[in-house]
């Protein structure tokens, strides 16, 4: 595991648009919602989260 701070809000966003293009690919509608109390800056292993986000 590679810790490091990265920006959760960036991560998330761009998780989202890979997601709602598939979904719009197909004719569906993609909502996401996230809490705003959510912090911008944390520190884990991005790759590990990317990758576990992406089926």
Known sequence: MRC???DLHSLLT???EF?????????LALRVEWAGEAP?????????LRAGAVP
């Open 14 to 16: 761009s998780r989202d």
């Open 19 to 27: 997601f709602r293009q598939k979904a719009e690919g197909k004719g």
């Open 40 to 48: 911008r800056c944390v520190q884990g292993d991005e790759g590990n």
């Open 4 to 6: 490091r701070s990265f």
